[in-house]
Nanobody, 119 residues
Framework: QVQLVESGGGLVQPGGSLRLSCAAS????????MGWYRQAPGKQRELVAT???????NYVDSVKGRFTISRDNAKNTVYLQMNDLKPEDTAVYYC?????????????WGQGTQVTVSS
């Protein structure tokens, strides 16, 4: 059974930092593309960042220079370091694991963790 368990969300003031973690089990973690998505109230879920098995990363423009995604294959864990947080970063953040080119497509989601940026 595949599980993705997020942690690290919470309430933070503007300009503050948080680090999200996502621990995976039930998959061969090292071969999956890992990603963080977020969904704010009334908005569609959007991609925040991805990290490929080879370490290549991608970010949505709004978080470039502020967020850093990383992975520890020995711990089956992906992280999202979020600095200089802004109120518009407020959302539920979801961890995602996808095995590219798999048939059928293997794609899994965590349950989400709330991040609230407010003074």
């Amino acid at each position: 059974q595949v599980q993705l368990v997020e942690s690290g969300g919470g309430l933070v003031q503007p300009g503050g930092s948080l680090r999200l973690s996502c621990a995976a089990s039930g998959i061969i973690f090292s071969i999956y593309v890992m990603g963080w998505y977020r969904q704010a109230p009334g908005k569609q879920r959007e991609l925040v960042a991805t990290i490929h098995p080879n370490g290549n990363t991608n970010y949505v423009d709004s978080v470039k220079g502020r967020f850093t995604i990383s992975r520890d294959n020995a711990k089956n864990t992906v992280y999202l370091q979020m600095n200089d947080l802004k109120p518009e970063d407020t959302a539920v953040y979801y961890c995602n694991a996808e095995l590219v080119h798999s048939t059928p497509l293997l794609n899994y989601w965590g349950q989400g963790t709330q991040v609230t940026v407010s003074s």
